[in-house]
């Protein structure tokens, strides 16, 4: 399969029928992509409790991050005595709170999930390398009142590098549904196709991730990436995924739906390396999450010849290879 697809049906209809959903109180589901791939993704359901992460990992490259699309929890980072030095409360996108978090580099921390369960898709570079256990109590852990820490606003943390792209400024940091709702915004002020938030830290993260506001009159130029897969998740609107062969003959069309809005259609697509795809958008408006490896470099997206001189109306044709219509 070119382009592994999940609807949000099909991932807890996967998740649900783990046994150690039962004994350990969370299950994933891995998300498969091209052999040697370093973008490593899963969804993963945690029952209602708290769970330990203990970093294993020590390499400094290792990243990761987490973006909640059911449920509450609390996330704690912990410095290595495990004393709490960050806290987050995370929540689904239909509410205000935060939804997305990247954490430290090889710190550990605690899940406390709230609500009767949790659902994230997790992503990380080169390999899940963190321990994980539950835990009857957070005292078992650490000895301190971590619900007296200040929580910060997320406002001082997103800044401006041109008119279609923000950055996270703090590392470690979250996005909240505020700053999703700030980028649409933008995009129709400004009369912008796009627009999105870079979530990663620089063009070096081994892990780039972006929020990506696209206008209907958006158009993305049939491309591939050589050497490196990707993920495209829809949070809002509704899009369609055109997939090529390397003539410019059609594959095929993948309709992507929010997550958790007609719940067995996709919202969720893995495309593997080398595949020629391009985006259409089918509503006023779509909000997506894009996941793919870094770092990044000019030559890590390919326009094929074919593609130099397809405009946003040509893609009602069936292909474009030559001399064909």
Same mark, same amino acid.
């Given at each position: 399969?070119?382009?592994?697809?999940?609807?949000?049906?099909?991932? &807890?209809?996967?998740?649900? $029928?783990?046994?150690?959903?039962?004994?350990?109180?969370?299950?994933?589901? *891995?998300?498969?992509?091209?052999?040697?791939?370093?973008?490593?993704?899963?969804?993963?359901?945690? $029952?209602?409790?708290?769970?330990?992460?203990?970093?294993?990992?020590?390499?400094?490259?290792?990243?990761?991050?987490?973006?909640?699309?059911?449920?509450?929890?609390?996330?704690?980072?912990?410095?290595?005595?495990?004393? *709490?030095?960050?806290?987050?409360?995370?929540e689904s996108l239909e509410n205000?709170?935060?939804?997305?978090?990247?954490?430290?580099?090889?710190?550990?921390? &605690?899940?406390?999930?709230?609500?009767?369960?949790?659902?994230?898709?997790?992503?990380?570079?080169?390999?899940?390398?963190?321990?994980?256990?539950?835990? $009857?109590?957070?005292?078992?852990?650490? $000895?301190?009142?971590?619900?007296?820490? &200040?929580?910060?606003?997320?406002?001082?943390?997103?800044?401006?590098?041109?008119?279609?792209?923000?950055?996270?400024?703090?590392?470690?940091?979250?996005?909240?549904?505020?700053?999703?709702?700030? &980028?649409?915004?933008h995009l129709n002020t400004g009369s912008l196709d796009r627009a999105r938030i870079c979530v990663h830290k620089d063009n070096e993260s081994l892990l780039q991730e972006m929020f990506i506001a696209f206008d209907q009159s958006n158009f993305v130029t049939p491309a591939y990436h050589p050497d490196k897969d990707e993920s495209l998740m829809v949070l809002e609107g509704s899009t369609e995924i055109v997939l090529f062969d390397e003539f410019g003959n059609e594959e095929s069309r993948v309709q992507l739906e929010p997550w958790g809005n007609l719940a067995k259609k996709p919202s969720f697509l893995r495309l593997r390396k080398g595949v020629i795809h391009t985006l259409l958008v089918r509503s006023d408006y779509a909000l997506l999450k894009e996941t793919t490896s870094g770092p990044f470099r000019g030559t890590s997206t390919v326009i094929p010849n074919w593609a130099q001189s397809v405009v946003k109306g040509d893609l009602n044709k069936v292909n474009f290879a030559e001399g064909e219509d």
């Amino acid at each position: 399969m070119l382009a592994p697809v999940f609807s949000s049906q099909s991932v &807890l209809d996967e998740l649900s $029928q783990q046994k150690t959903l039962y004994y350990m109180g969370m299950a994933t589901c *891995p998300i498969y992509g091209s052999s040697g791939s370093k973008l490593k993704e899963r969804f993963v359901l945690f $029952q209602k409790g708290i769970f330990f992460f203990e970093t294993a990992n020590s390499s400094e490259s290792y990243e990761e991050s987490f973006l909640i699309l059911e449920g509450e929890c609390e996330f704690v980072e912990l410095d290595g005595s495990n004393q *709490p030095i960050n806290v987050r409360n995370l929540e689904s996108l239909e509410n205000s709170s935060n939804l997305y978090i990247s954490p430290k580099s090889n710190s550990a921390f &605690l899940l406390i999930i709230k609500s009767e369960a949790v659902l994230f898709f997790h992503a990380a570079y080169s390999s899940f390398s963190s321990k994980v256990k539950r835990v $009857q109590d957070v005292n078992s852990i650490i $000895q301190f009142d971590f619900r007296n820490f &200040l929580k910060q606003s997320l406002n001082e943390s997103i800044a401006r590098e041109s008119d279609k792209v923000f950055r996270r400024i703090n590392y470690s940091e979250v996005v909240s549904r505020n700053d999703l709702t700030r &980028l649409k915004e933008h995009l129709n002020t400004g009369s912008l196709d796009r627009a999105r938030i870079c979530v990663h830290k620089d063009n070096e993260s081994l892990l780039q991730e972006m929020f990506i506001a696209f206008d209907q009159s958006n158009f993305v130029t049939p491309a591939y990436h050589p050497d490196k897969d990707e993920s495209l998740m829809v949070l809002e609107g509704s899009t369609e995924i055109v997939l090529f062969d390397e003539f410019g003959n059609e594959e095929s069309r993948v309709q992507l739906e929010p997550w958790g809005n007609l719940a067995k259609k996709p919202s969720f697509l893995r495309l593997r390396k080398g595949v020629i795809h391009t985006l259409l958008v089918r509503s006023d408006y779509a909000l997506l999450k894009e996941t793919t490896s870094g770092p990044f470099r000019g030559t890590s997206t390919v326009i094929p010849n074919w593609a130099q001189s397809v405009v946003k109306g040509d893609l009602n044709k069936v292909n474009f290879a030559e001399g064909e219509d």
